[in-house]
């Protein structure tokens, strides 16, 4: 698949924190393009910068200094009404404890961007239930996340991520608290969204993860050590047959 025109524009991104009368550089004039269309794995040691750089480009917060665009607008100075604007129309979260409310259904922790977006309850309900469809979960719509596995824990979660129809999907360690089957038909349903069209941006301090991206970026105190294009990987169809 070839890439589009870049959807995340960072240039010279910085961010300091004062701790204990100390300032910590967190990032340190980093700059960064991410295309329509790529998948991404940004690596690195705890403190090197990467969940900095990704609350940022998720508008989880602002940079001290720098520019940073999202699908040409510019978001490193808006109001905070306005960033929560632009996460829920543009932007899809998957995290790795999955974040689903425990005693509603998979239907019901699905719709909930469309509350927060004044979705009417109809088209909530049929949107979410074709989310869950898309991540092979329609059949499970009723159940509690107790009543799910890890796996399709995730899996809702990615559903809850793409029913606003986002132009990027942040994936914060989204396999760390899964064994490694069920990370592979995580990784897979990401890689085939990707496939589809979607811009995933990765945040894993695992190598065997990041090899499914098509781009790796690796973080060290708060630089861009590495950026290269890679070869994605992809299981044998035997093995994803047998999954």
């Known amino acids: 698949m070839s890439l589009g025109e870049p959807l ?13 009368g100390q300032t910590v550089h967190a990032l340190r004039g980093v700059s960064l393009d991410i295309a329509e269309g790529d998948f991404v794995a940004i690596m690195g040691a705890s403190g090197s910068g990467k969940s900095t750089l990704m609350n940022i480009l998720g508008c989880l ?8 665009q999202l699908a040409g607008e510019a978001v490193d100075a808006m109001s905070a ?23 509603t259904s998979a239907l019901e922790n699905v719709e909930l961007p469309m509350v927060y977006a004044n979705v009417p309850p109809v088209e909530r309900h049929e949107r979410a239930l074709r989310s869950l469809q898309r991540v092979g979960l329609g059949e499970r719509s ?23 129809n986002p132009r990027l999907i942040l994936a914060d360690e989204p396999t760390g608290a899964l064994d490694s089957q069920t990370s592979e038909d995580i990784m897979r349903l990401l890689a085939e969204l990707n496939e589809q069209g979607m811009t995933v941006v990765l945040v894993t301090h695992e190598a065997d993860i990041a090899t499914w991206a098509r781009r790796r970026v690796v973080f060290r105190d708060g630089r861009v050590l590495e950026d290269a294009v890679q070869v994605p990987y992809r299981p044998p169809v035997e093995a994803q047959a047998a999954a």
């Open 142 to 164: 009723g159940h509690t996340p107790a009543e799910l596995s890890g796996g399709q824990q995730q899996r809702v979660a990615i559903a809850r991520a793409l029913v606003n």
């Open 61 to 68: 917060d602002q940079p001290t200094t720098g520019t940073y």
């Open 81 to 103: 009404d306005a960033l929560a604007s632009i996460r829920n129309r543009r932007i899809g979260f998957v995290f790795q404890q999955f974040n689903l409310l425990p005693r």
């Open 8 to 20: 995340l524009v960072a240039r010279d991104l910085a961010k300091t924190y004062t701790m204990g």
